[in-house]
């Protein structure tokens, strides 16, 4: 008797186990979608002191997805110039680029003795 409430038991968790995890592929998948769907991004990822491109390139006119991700160190960012603030608060926003050029980007939260040092270049086209 013991052994058939063990299987049952088994039994149940693997079917939820299944479950969450096609439950999370599916949301996943939607992410992906959206993402498709909201036109071109601009995404600027900083680690403890650099960006992690030398410069970036947009299409003046074109309305984009500007994001940042902190993927070493706390940081966040302002495109000199701009509207465009990003923080651990707004990690993302979108931005119609209008005149070309280019903008400074730097870092707008000390994270340290690199600090000073943690600029980038974004050329409108």
Same mark, same amino acid.
């Given at each position: 008797?013991?052994?058939?409430?063990?299987?049952?038991?088994?039994?149940?968790?693997?079917?939820?186990?299944?479950?969450?995890?096609?439950?999370?592929?599916s949301v996943?998948?939607?992410?992906?979608?959206?993402?498709?769907?909201?036109?071109?991004?601009?995404?600027?990822?900083?680690?403890?002191?650099?960006? &992690?491109?030398?410069?970036?390139?947009?299409?003046a006119g074109?309305?984009?997805?500007?994001?940042?991700?902190?993927?070493?160190?706390? =940081?966040?960012?302002?495109?000199?110039?701009?509207?465009?603030?990003? &923080?651990?608060?707004?990690?993302?926003?979108?931005?119609?680029? &209008?005149?070309?050029?280019?903008?400074?980007? =730097?870092?707008?939260?000390?994270?340290?003795?690199? =600090?000073? &040092?943690?600029?980038?270049?974004?050329?409108?086209?």
């Open positions: 008797m013991q052994k058939w409430i063990m299987f049952s038991l088994f039994i149940v968790a693997c079917l939820l186990g299944t479950g969450v995890l096609f439950q999370n592929i996943r998948q939607a992410e992906m979608a959206k993402e498709e769907a909201a036109g071109p991004t601009l995404k600027f990822v900083a680690t403890n002191y650099k960006f &992690d491109q030398a410069e970036y390139k947009v299409k074109e309305k984009v997805t500007v994001s940042l991700l902190n993927k070493e160190g706390l =940081h966040a960012m302002e495109v000199v110039g701009t509207s465009v603030k990003l &923080d651990n608060n707004t990690k993302s926003m979108e931005f119609t680029f &209008d005149k070309p050029g280019e903008y400074e980007v =730097h870092c707008t939260l000390p994270c340290g003795p690199g =600090h000073a &040092d943690m600029k980038t270049k974004l050329i409108v086209e």
